[in-house]
């Protein structure tokens, strides 16, 4: 049970939330975080800053279950003790509680956080003490998904850590409204959103997709995703460090090892 504390750790969120805005990091966490839940102790996730309606809490609980692990527990936390109050209807104990806490965890251990749309409002230099204070919450070998997306979920992007800091980013689009990959920076983690500037990494990257996008062009007439797949085959081809497979980059993924886009100057 979450531990009470007078003053979570943070500050309330606007609370803008909506029915799958979060489907694409759900569905990356399933892909690509199932190991760490399937092999817990304790299968507990918590979904940070949920907002002002539960149903992004909902959702991953249903997510996780059907695709990693029936017993998983997500438990939703919020500063806010008004949203926390309005969304115990939607809870399911013991699979889905909510509770307040902010960057604290309420004390919790969980193997999985994922707090989206959170730090966005925060200052670039408080990044740093935010993840590391999750991270020291986590139980052993346990994983942080942070970042934000678009208000209809179309344009995300996201930091996965463990206790040793950043491991990766990934950038995802709906591809059939995506005009050009230079959109994905305007969804970049607050870590990053503020580094796509000349002698930034981050910025090499986008400016290597805007060039092999329209060195793609000739694919547009087969349809976005053949453009999409061209295009991050080729800055693959330039030897930018690519994580994940041409399975996931049809669905408008691309996961990149986090030195090759880390700020270059903090």
């Not at 817990?40 to 609980?61: F, H, M």
């Not at 230099?125 to 020291?136: M, P």
């Not at 997709?209 to 453009?227: C, D, K, N, S, T």
Request: hydrophobic share 45%; proline share 8%.
């Amino acid at each position: 049970m979450a531990t009470r504390r007078s003053r979570p750790l943070g500050a309330a969120t606007r609370g803008t939330t909506g029915p799958n805005r979060l489907r694409r990091v759900d569905n990356w966490i399933v892909e690509s975080c199932a190991e760490v839940l399937r092999s817990a102790p304790d299968p507990l996730v918590v979904d940070l800053g949920y907002g002002a309606t539960p149903v992004t809490a909902v959702e991953l609980r249903a997510r996780l279950a059907a695709g990693v692990r029936a017993d998983v527990r997500v438990v939703g936390l919020e500063i806010d003790p008004v949203r926390v109050a309005d969304a115990q209807p939607a809870a399911d104990p013991p699979g889905l509680t909510f509770f307040r806490g902010g960057f604290e965890l309420a004390g919790l251990r969980p193997s999985l956080v994922r707090a989206f749309n959170v730090l966005r409002q925060y200052d670039e230099s408080e990044v740093a003490a935010a993840w590391a204070t999750l991270v020291s919450g986590l139980a052993p070998g346990g994983l942080l998904v942070e970042g934000t997306c678009d208000e209809l979920g179309r344009l995300g992007g996201w930091v996965l850590l463990d206790v040793d800091g950043p491991r990766s980013l990934t950038m995802a689009a709906r591809l059939a409204t995506l005009g050009n990959p230079a959109e994905l920076a305007e969804r970049l983690p607050k870590a990053l959103i503020h580094r796509n500037v000349p002698g930034e990494r981050v910025h090499d990257l986008i400016w290597a997709l805007e060039g092999a996008w329209r060195a793609a062009a000739g694919y547009a007439p087969y349809g976005p995703r053949q453009r999409w797949l061209h295009t991050v085959a080729a800055v693959h081809a330039q030897g930018w460090p690519i994580l994940d497979r041409p399975r996931r980059w049809r669905l408008g993924e691309l996961t990149v090892a986090w030195p090759a886009v880390a700020p270059r100057h903090p």
